[in-house]
């Protein structure tokens, strides 16, 4: 195992005990939706699930209006210690202007149901994120998330390319390669 994977392992771990209350809280639809969402269902997610969300703007944004972008999509909140850490990462990886060009986009979902909150941390943090709000987590139902952060690289087809569970240097040279790949 490389650094990078033993982070990840590290961070996942980590993420899924302070995660708790947030996989409480996240549900399934239809007939299970008291059963808190299985931590395997993510894995039998191939495509990215269409979902429409508003951004702190206001603006609505869904995966078909992002279609033939390659996106990173990362949820997360301003109360989690691991999504808090990738976010310098995160917003260099947004504010490549390379990347960019070539038809990449950075998306973030965040758990939390204060927009003025969530305004108030991106601020203080001094990152300029693409951020939708999901309060009620109907986006990261449709995501199958279980603990935060969780974050999915999506090709240009809307297929999911990688999840990534835990903490990450979003600036990392193999996670550069994997996005690249895919542009």
């Known amino acids: 195992m490389d650094h990078t994977q033993i982070k990840g392992s ?25 059963k808190p969402v299985s931590p395997f269902e993510i894995n039998r997610l191939q495509r990215a ?7 702190l703007t206001g603006e609505t944004v869904s995966l078909s209006s992002l279609k033939g972008k390659v996106v990173l ?17 995160l917003n260099s990886l947004n504010n ?4 960019k060009a070539k038809g990449f986009e ?24 693409r951020v939708l709000m999901d309060g009620k987590k109907s986006v990261s139902r449709q995501f199958k998330v279980f603990s935060i952060p969780t974050t ?3 090709d240009r087809q ?7 569970f835990g903490e ?10 994997k996005i690249d790949r895919l542009l």
């Open 10 to 34: 590290v961070c996942f771990i980590l993420s899924i005990c302070l995660s708790l209350l947030f996989a409480a809280g996240t549900r399934t639809a239809g007939a299970a939706e008291n």
């Open 49 to 55: 699930p269409e979902f429409s969300a508003k951004d």
């Open 73 to 89: 999509m990362n949820f997360w909140a301003t109360w989690c210690p691991a999504c808090i850490a990738e976010m310098p990462s």
């Open 96 to 99: 490549n202007r390379e990347l």
């Open 106 to 129: 950075v998306i973030t979902v965040s758990a939390d149901e204060s927009a003025k909150d969530v305004k108030k941390f991106l601020t203080k943090q001094r990152v300029s994120l």
């Open 152 to 154: 999915f690289l999506i």
């Open 158 to 164: 809307g297929n999911i390319s990688e999840k990534f």
């Open 168 to 177: 990450y240097d979003w600036t990392d040279k193999e996670i550069r390669e």
